[in-house]
């Protein structure tokens, strides 16, 4: 069984800094893409940035130079460094691992994979 685990996130001032962290029961990477959803109040879950398979990184336009994502596969363990926070990056940050098939691909079909509990952003004055 897959387990993800989040952890880091909180509440933070416009433009401050979170790193949020995944801990990943051990799988094989070859397999699996891994990466980070969030779900803000009232509005559709979307997807923030993957790894895939090959190691190939994608990052969503919205936050393409503020976020980075990152993963330690001999710590089973995946990040995503956030900077320069805005108010509409408030959300639910839920990290993913799919077997053979996309984080993208989980916003249609949440059955594809794993999905961690969820942790809390919040950007606020």
């Known amino acids: 069984q897959v387990r993800l685990v989040e952890s880091g996130g909180g509440s933070v001032q416009p433009g401050g800094s979170l790193r949020l962290s995944c801990e990943i029961s051990?799988?094989?990477?070859?397999?699996?893409?891994t990466g980070w959803l969030r779900q803000a109040p009232g509005k559709e879950r979307e997807g923030v940035a993957e790894?895939?398979?090959?190691?190939?990184?994608t990052v969503a336009q919205s936050v393409k130079g503020r976020f980075t994502i990152s993963r330690d596969n001999d710590n089973n363990s995946m990040y995503l460094q956030m900077n320069d926070l805005k108010p509409e990056d408030t959300a639910t940050y839920y990290c993913?691992?799919?077997?053979?098939?996309?984080?993208?691909?989980?916003?249609?079909?949440?059955?594809?994979?794993?999905w961690g509990q969820g942790t809390q952003v919040t950007v606020s004055s």
């Open positions: 790894i895939d398979t090959y190691g190939d990184i």
């Open positions: 993913a691992a799919a077997p053979g098939s996309t984080i993208a691909a989980m916003l249609v079909r949440p059955d594809l994979g794993h």
């Open positions: 051990s799988i094989d990477y070859r397999r699996y893409s």
